[in-house]
């Protein structure tokens, strides 16, 4: 094996257990010569172990800065008491619940930024919005939204009384000007007689 110490083992990147010259090593060795033997090898597979965590938990921690926290949280689980691995766990949790927040409050604020929304639009947004009342200033954007509901029922109720106003002016119009016509369609009926009545005698005097 040619490893005489422990500062030797780095080199290995696999256990030695199997190792010909080991097994030879250890089926002759005694008392702590063997255990010094059988210690060499514990240390290479404590210090693969090592490497393999930190692979683990550095990957873990790429996962977690893409955001991918289901995936993160699912590698820091299987290191759970490598480093700060548990306490990682809890700030994935977290910064997945704050992920979800933030996008219903930013979706419920987007499908309400046009003036020209109605009120299902707006309604949708203060439902959405009630589910996270403890994030940012979402009380505030409630408080907001139901004044411009109650602005847009309003406004709504002015344009429908105008439009009703408006409804019965054309209606009124309308039947005025069917009441000229008939006047008009009158008036021109008899001038039509008066002018065939003059015309008669004239044919006759021919």
Do not use: H
């Not at 002759?28 to 033997?37: E, N, V």
């Not at 054309?170 to 009926?189: F, G, P, T, Y």
């Amino acid at each position: 094996l040619k490893l005489r110490s422990v500062t030797q083992i780095g080199s290995y990147l696999s256990p030695i257990d199997r190792n010909p010259n080991y097994i030879k090593a250890l089926r002759f060795a005694k008392g702590d010569a063997r255990s010094k033997i059988e210690s060499y090898n514990q240390a290479i597979v404590e210090r693969i172990e090592l490497d393999n965590k930190k692979q683990q938990y550095a990957n873990a921690c790429a996962l977690m800065s893409a955001r991918k926290y289901d995936e993160a949280i699912a590698a820091f689980s299987k290191i759970n008491t490598f480093k700060d691995s548990t306490d990682k766990i809890e700030a994935c949790k977290q910064n997945k619940e704050t992920d979800r927040k933030e996008a219903i409050y930013a979706i419920a604020l987007r499908d309400v930024a046009s003036t020209s929304v109605d009120d299902k639009a707006i309604k949708k947004s203060i439902v959405a919005l009630e589910t996270i009342k403890d994030y940012k200033d979402t009380n505030a954007q409630i408080e907001k939204l139901q004044a411009r509901l109650e602005k847009w029922y309003e406004d709504k109720k002015i344009a429908d009384e105008q439009a009703r106003i408006k409804a019965e002016q054309d209606k009124l119009e309308a039947a005025r000007k069917e009441e000229l016509r008939k006047i008009k369609a009158e008036q021109n009926k008899k001038k039509a007689k008066k002018i065939a009545k003059v015309g008669i005698p004239s044919l006759v005097a021919l």
